[in-house]
């Protein structure tokens, strides 16, 4: 492989992708505390493990390298003093107000030798009860003298789509859309900066996870080596669509259109990969709901270096065709056009597919309508369990973010 990230569409053959196995954050969500986390249930982790063991061991099956996002980070920190950075960058994150607090924090996480063991913590969050010399300090601490947390968890990373995502040769290093996430994207930071597989490829930016607005993996798809489909969304910002395109039009990445989708700012529709994905070269998945009110637009560059912006006004099957210089596309209804089959199935996220080659998807086996309706289009199902994991509100493509695909042939 000539470089480390090479990702010019959403079906080519995938060949290495990242992963985390849930771990302890997850025994460290409260119902009390479920909104703040972004979570609505708590999974049980011994089978979440197991689910997403067997998802890991299906696509090793399938001759994909799998690489886990714990193991990258922890051998990024190549050095004593990477190490102290980011230990220090993680506790400005992580919203310590004594100081006194954070230094002992830093004490117990300068002392964690095992730099996996440290990654691991870092994730899972410490709990006050884990500090026996914790005082309360200062009036903000009194008020919150309940919380049982001195840092918060991080349960969502195993929707590893999300806190970067990989496009072309290059990577958006993401602004998240809650306090909780935009600590992930510090994992992404020091993996494609000094992990010995991406350090010295120059892998380009896209965006920076310090830019002021907010943009989430799940909202960025690649469509075809020229085409990038991005969701303005409840996590993603139209600005922060802007700047991705002056990026990566700047940077010559190859892309020379991004369709901008509003899909409006609901928690159900969460990302544009909630309601849409791609599984074949004419192929997509997609809710029925969005469809009605779906506003699609074009960003291409002008020559100036400024963006030349419409509002397409047409169906979004001739939209999708035009763009991917196809005679016609096809779109397969979650549910099966089924209002109440489709309702139930989008919120275990029946749409969110995870594309292994042209017309081959992984998914969950509980949205049995919509699987149904994908094979009777001809696509090829590889199926996980969809039990625990899915209580995250997230599916097969959220939880992996693909480094390597080969290049499409047609």
Avoid at 317 to 328: P, V
Avoid at 353 to 358: D, E, R, S, V, Y
Wanted: proline content about 4%.
């Amino acid at each position: 492989m000539s470089k480390p990230i090479n990702v010019f569409s959403e079906i080519g053959k995938l060949k290495t992708v990242m992963l985390h196995r849930p771990g302890k954050e997850l025994e460290n969500l409260m119902p009390d505390y479920l909104e703040r986390l972004l979570f609505d249930d708590i999974p049980f982790l011994e089978q979440a493990q197991k689910e997403h063991d067997h998802f890991a061991g299906m696509l090793r099956d399938k001759g994909v390298e799998v690489v886990y996002l714990e193991d990258l980070a922890a051998e990024s920190l190549v050095s004593e003093e990477v190490r102290i950075q980011f230990i220090d960058q993680y506790l400005d994150e992580a919203g310590i107000r004594s100081h006194a607090v954070r230094e002992k924090v830093r004490e117990m996480l300068i002392a964690t030798e095992d730099n996996r063991e440290l990654i691991d913590k870092t994730v899972a969050g410490i709990q006050k009860v884990e500090m026996p010399e914790y005082q309360i300090e200062g009036l903000a601490d009194m008020i919150e003298s309940a919380y049982p947390f001195i840092i918060d968890p991080m349960p969502n990373l195993y929707f590893t789509r999300d806190n970067f995502a990989t496009m072309g040769n290059g990577v958006s290093l993401n602004h998240m859309y809650s306090v909780t996430r935009q600590r992930e994207a510090i994992y992404g930071q020091y993996i494609f900066e000094y992990h010995p597989r991406f350090a010295g490829n120059e892998v380009p930016k896209v965006y920076d996870r310090n830019d002021t607005t907010r943009i989430e993996g799940g909202d960025e798809l690649v469509l075809s080596k020229d085409v990038l489909a991005v969701g303005i969304s409840q996590r993603t910002e139209a600005a922060s669509i802007e700047k991705l395109a002056k990026n990566i039009f700047k940077q010559e990445l190859g892309f020379n259109c991004v369709l901008a989708f509003n899909i409006g700012e609901y928690r159900k529709f969460m990302h544009l990969d909630t309601v849409f994905t791609m599984i074949d070269y004419d192929k997509f998945t997609i809710h029925p709901e969005i469809e009605g009110e779906l506003e699609v637009y074009s960003i291409t560059p002008k020559a100036d270096g400024e963006l030349n912006i419409v509002r397409e006004e047409d169906t979004l099957e001739h939209i999708l065709a035009k763009y991917l210089n196809r005679d016609s596309v096809q779109l397969i209804r979650c549910g099966d056009g089924n209002v109440t089959a489709a309702a139930r199935e989008q919120w275990n996220d029946g749409s969110n597919t995870l594309t292994i080659a042209p017309g081959e998807v992984v998914v969950y086996d509980r949205n049995t309508v919509t699987n149904k309706a994908l094979e009777k289009a001809g696509v090829k199902l590889n199926y996980i369990h969809g039990s625990e994991l899915v209580r995250g509100r997230g599916g097969p493509r959220c939880m992996s973010m693909p480094l390597y695909r080969e290049d499409l042939t047609k």
